[in-house]
């Protein structure tokens, strides 16, 4: 559809999502706005480290939580809201939305690495062209493969130079480092879920969250 249809479709959305909230008090309308400055905010991070090979992990992990986190975090917020629940569980809500966001974009961060194009529906690789350098990509970084990574990064690369910074993310440890770290916002948000178990809806997102590594470990299996 190409970038033009992309942005009207993505402001019409959002004007739209900004008349929901607003029909619904206060509060949400408030909530909606302020995510959408977290958001913002995020990607300003993005855009300051890019191609900068020393990117730090906790400015990664700040990007991400202004961006992915973010979003997911207010979604169940509004959701828990607007359902009626106590603040305490609309506070427990958010936190499993804000961990289930951590981990749903590390793990999107490690099938662009992993996977193919065509098993992503999209580019791969496409975080190493933009210099968008993840978690992956980072921990390549501190490791043994390091310095030659590093001489291959820093700038927009493609071909053969990017298929070998692809290789060296992909050969060390990185990938399961990385895998360990979704698995620990995996395991918090469902810990935060505890409380409503046998919760139909709470034990659907509990699937969901574990499902995000279930079908990350398929895909590796099957590479």
């Given amino acids: ?111 662009d690495v992993v996977a193919t194009d065509e098993q992503l529906g999209k580019p791969a690789g496409h975080d190493l062209v933009e210099g968008a350098y993840n978690l992956p990509t980072l921990r390549a970084l501190a490791g043994p493969a390091g310095d030659e990574l590093r001489t291959l990064l820093g700038e927009p690369i493609e071909g053969e130079r990017w298929e070998q910074a692809r290789a060296l993310v992909r050969s060390g440890g990185a990938i399961d480092e990385s895998v360990a770290v979704a698995q620990r916002y995996v395991d918090e948000a469902c810990g935060l879920l505890a409380p409503f178990e046998g919760r139909p809806a709470a034990e659907a997102l509990a699937g969901a969250s574990r499902h995000l590594l279930v079908g990350l470990n398929d895909l590796r299996a099957t590479a």
């Fill in 1 to 111: 559809w190409g970038n033009l249809r992309a942005i009207l479709a993505g402001d019409f959305l959002l004007a739209k999502a900004s008349e929901i909230a607003a029909s619904l008090g206060t509060e949400v309308a408030g909530l909606l706005a302020a995510t959408i400055g977290r958001l913002c905010e995020g990607e300003v991070i993005e855009l300051n480290d890019a191609y900068r090979t020393d990117r730090t992990e906790e400015s990664y992990l700040a990007a991400i939580d202004g961006k992915t986190a973010a979003l997911l975090a207010t979604a169940c917020r509004i959701g828990g809201i607007v359902g009626g629940l106590e603040r305490p569980d609309i506070d427990r809500l958010t936190e499993f939305g804000r961990a289930y966001g951590m981990a749903f974009q590390i793990v999107d961060d490690i099938l």
